[in-house]
């Protein structure tokens, strides 16, 4: 072969496997609806053996088998290694007569393989992930017919992975939202009840208007702007993470330059802070650039932040300083109440709330989304903390080779 076949042929089987994976093809067997299309194979080309074998780097398994016993065996020795190569039916009518199988260790030996005929199981989006075939101990040959025939069993047999594969995908989809409509209704239900309350506190002091009763008000209307501010910080979450699991999101990449980035968020959210504290900053003098989604990079930082506050009673700071081997760190830190290590392993798992949160709402969301967006943009992120002392989140980012030395 030459290099760029080898490397085509690569690709090729890169592809085969995770395609394999996408069907989740590994790890079920015997299932009735393959037997049926194996036996109906079997009968249709009248052999003893009817196979529906998958192919990965070095195995060849068997989905369903009528007539065998075997459940895989090595790739080398796999007559379906040929057929995947091509779209048509692949057959030998007598493998003691072909160099290629002459030797092979299924043909000196159990099962004794004289006939062979392989007919592709190529996806819709054109992967040859394994076969349908049809073996005896007898040499022999297809009619026209039987190997028509074949082939349509193959697209039968595909036809029925895709099936599985979307009703997989629907209920993984309703889990979600079942999920997500419990996790909502839940979280959502302390903020509510206490916006009510203070939109009754407010009439009751506007009924008997005096000046004290006027701060009374103001005071209600802020710890109302308060509520809804998280609940619409914990609906943007809401939204992004369906955003993530459903498709891939139009991402639009920009140089970015990191200090004066993080700057503008951080000073956007001190404003914004009913309770007065102020995240500090902490930036590196030489200018650091990157390619992200400034959006995306965004709702990380805020996401990361929000936590800081929240968690602690302190102030968080973002620090920004340049790593060896051209990336950046984005570092926020606070002092407050830690996360249990024994919890640390699952921080990143959506709806995942450590012990430590008792009554701080939060939808759990928060880290598996900052991750997903993260690593999207090329990034890491890793979280070290430890219980009343403080955390740490370090996202790490890919510079713009000119923007360090
Ligand atoms: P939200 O989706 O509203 O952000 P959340 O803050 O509970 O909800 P995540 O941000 O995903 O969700 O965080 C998951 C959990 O990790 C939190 O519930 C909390 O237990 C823990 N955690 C995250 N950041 C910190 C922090 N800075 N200090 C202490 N615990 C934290
Ligand atoms: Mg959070």
């Known amino acids: 072969m030459t290099e760029a076949k080898d490397q085509q042929f690569d690709y090729n089987e890169q592809k085969r ?125 297809l009619t026209k017919q039987q190997k028509r025939s074949l082939a349509l069993l193959a697209d039968q047999v595909v036809d029925q992975m895709e099936l599985k594969r979307s009703l997989a995908k629907q209920m993984e989809i309703s889990e ?24 009754e506190l407010i009439k009751l002091s506007i009924r008997e208007l005096t000046s004290e009763t006027e701060i009374d008000i103001l005071s209600y209307c802020e710890k109302i702007n308060e509520q809804t501010k998280d609940m619409v910080d914990m609906l943007d979450d809401v939204l992004l993470f369906g955003q993530i699991t459903s498709a891939s999101s139009d991402k639009k990449l920009k140089s970015i330059g990191v200090q004066a980035f993080c700057k503008k968020i951080v000073n956007d959210m001190n404003v914004s802070r009913a309770d007065r504290r102020k995240a500090q900053l902490d930036l590196a003098k030489h200018p650091l650039s990157i390619e992200a989604d400034e959006r995306e990079l965004s709702h990380v930082i805020k996401n990361l932040l929000s936590n800081a506050f929240k968690y602690s009673s302190e102030s968080p700071v973002l620090k920004v300083s340049p790593k060896k081997g051209h990336l950046v760190n984005i570092e926020i830190k606070d002092k407050g109440i830690g996360i249990p290590k024994n ?63």
């Open 343 to 405: 919890e640390q392993e699952f921080l990143f798992q959506p709806y995942f709330r450590a012990s430590n949160v008792r009554g701080i709402m939060g939808t759990g969301l928060g880290l598996s989304i900052t991750k997903e967006l993260i690593q999207n943009n090329g990034g890491e992120i890793d979280i070290t903390s430890s219980s009343n002392k403080g955390t740490t989140a370090i996202i790490t980012l890919p510079t713009t080779k000119n923007t360090q030395s």
């Open 176 to 199: 979600q939202k079942e999920k997500l409509a419990l996790m909502v209704s839940h979280q959502f239900r302390n903020p509510v009840t206490a916006i009510q309350s203070n939109m």
């Open 17 to 141: 496997s995770q395609a394999l994976r996408d069907y989740n093809m590994a790890s079920t067997t015997g299932e009735i609806q393959f037997d049926a299309l194996a036996e109906l194979a079997q009968t249709i080309c009248d052999t003893e053996i009817a196979l529906i074998s998958f192919i990965d780097n070095d195995r060849q398994w068997f989905k369903s088998k009528i007539g065998l016993d075997l459940t895989e065996t090595l790739k080398i020795y796999s007559f379906c290694q040929y057929t995947i190569k091509g779209d048509e039916v692949y057959e030998v009518r007598d493998a003691t007569k072909e160099h290629l199988f002459r030797n092979n260790p299924l043909v000196t030996g159990d099962p004794y393989i004289r006939f062979y005929a392989g007919a592709p199981l190529r996806t819709f989006t054109g992967y040859r992930m394994g076969t349908l075939c049809v073996i005896d101990s007898r040499p022999k040959s």
